[in-house]
């Protein structure tokens, strides 16, 4: 149809104008999905962090608490629970496997993990995907550390480097366990969650490392010590959480409720994911406003949109006079401008995308070393698609209001040159 050939050159006329528009329309679309892609994502990597475990167990304190610092090394633990305690919640026969976490040590601002070997036999993240040693191997004895794939990366250690620890988890310590280093021992796989950020040794490394540790005070060469004096005993008197697999899902509630009772000292057991569903609805009310936000820019985008057809029209007034001297009707005027907005409309989301996925792919490693969040491209969801398809067919309608005005417009008012 000729009328669209005509709305094409009319566009083309006014290139630097209808680009700006573009970019625009473009910069508020992509400003929803990229908001949106990163709350999916971030939800989806707090959720993959740990799979396959039924059970998180800690001293008594907020069952998001707990989950955040057992689990994504965030905040600090209230408390410790005895090793007996741990031992006899091990031999329960709800039990099939459990997995006993230290913390309280660092290295140059990366969390050090006290464990065994079944933190790399059980450990699951994602779907259901186990650990693996991209180098080296897991640590056999007390002296040997394995790092995550991120903190060998940062740091740039390889296998037989020396670490020192340092007691607390601040970035900056002034009581570095420089007397006891490790030997790195394995560098595991990268798995986009908070074991890349992590250091692993054993647990009874940690309980050498802290050997005649009072009020701050290191002893000398302790790790040494406690190697060369074969008979002393490495078993740790505390753990701060445990992670717990059952033989039968039929009996998390039984075993939660045992723990919540547990006489010997004030312990608390969480189920991984209703924790998680606290967190998500504390977050809830930011999430939805921050999302309000992205709308109201969208919607600012049609306005404006709307504001440059509008403050264009007396500029075109000659133009749609010679449209309407050459045979064209008021409803193709109308027409034509309704065309014209909806191209603002349905170019700016296809641009508008296209600069999404040029957006998360330019911030996507930042994001996953500063954060540990894994950004993914991909179509946005069915919600999501239904509210870009309003913006569309709203940018159609807006075109109603420039169209009306041409519509009333006579052909004497547009050959009438205005002083």
């Not at 366990?177 to 992590?198: C, E, K, N, W, Y």
Request: hydrophobic share 45%.
């Amino acid at each position: 149809m000729y009328w669209i050939t005509i709305a094409y050159k009319s566009l083309k006329n006014r290139k630097l104008t209808v680009a700006l528009t573009l970019f625009m329309i473009a910069m508020s679309v992509s400003l929803l999905l990229t908001v949106e892609r990163i709350r999916l994502d971030t939800r989806s990597s707090f959720s993959n962090t740990l799979t396959g475990a039924d059970l998180v167990i800690g001293a008594r304190t907020g069952s998001l608490n707990l989950l955040l610092y057992s689990v994504f090394r965030i905040g600090n633990p209230t408390n410790n629970i005895d090793w007996h305690s741990y031992l006899d919640l091990k031999n329960s026969k709800e039990v099939a496997w459990t997995i006993p976490i230290s913390l309280g040590d660092s290295h140059r601002g990366y969390r050090v993990i006290g464990t065994n070997r079944s933190y790399y036999e059980h450990y699951q993240y994602g779907r259901r995907n186990h650990l693996s040693i991209a180098r080296g191997k897991w640590f056999e004895n007390e002296i040997e550390v394995v790092l995550g794939a991120e903190v060998a990366d940062k740091l740039e250690y390889k296998i037989g480097d020396s670490v020192i620890l340092a007691h607390g988890t601040g970035s900056t310590s002034f009581e570095k366990h420089s007397d006891s280093p490790f030997i790195v021992s394995g560098i595991l796989a990268a798995t986009g969650t908070p074991i890349d950020r992590s250091l692993h040794v054993a647990l009874e490394g940690i309980t050498a490392l802290h050997l005649n540790w009072q009020s701050g005070a290191k002893s000398i060469s302790a790790l040494r010590h406690a190697k060369r004096k074969e008979n002393h005993d490495l078993t740790p008197t505390s753990i701060t959480a445990i992670i717990v697999g059952l033989n039968s899902r039929l009996d998390v509630f039984s075993l939660q409720r045992h723990v919540n009772q547990f006489k010997a000292e004030p312990l608390m057991a969480i189920l991984p994911g209703a924790a998680l569903q606290e967190l998500w609805s504390l977050i809830s009310v930011a999430e939805r406003a921050l999302f309000a936000v992205t709308i109201l820019v969208m919607i600012n985008g049609l306005i404006g949109m709307l504001a440059v057809i509008l403050a264009s029209l007396n500029e075109r007034r000659r133009e749609i006079a010679i449209y309407r001297a050459l045979g064209s009707t008021r409803n193709r005027i109308l027409l034509l401008l309704v065309f014209e907005s909806g191209f603002y409309g349905i170019a700016g989301l296809i641009l508008g995308y296209a600069l999404h996925v040029f957006l998360i792919l330019f911030i996507q490693q930042f994001i996953h070393q500063s954060y540990g969040i894994e950004l993914t491209i991909g179509w946005p969801e069915q919600y999501m698609v239904l509210v870009l398809l309003v913006f569309a067919f709203s940018s159609c309608v807006l075109g109603l209001v420039p169209g009306y005005r041409a519509y009333t417009q006579t052909l004497t008012d547009g050959l009438t040159a205005r002083l």
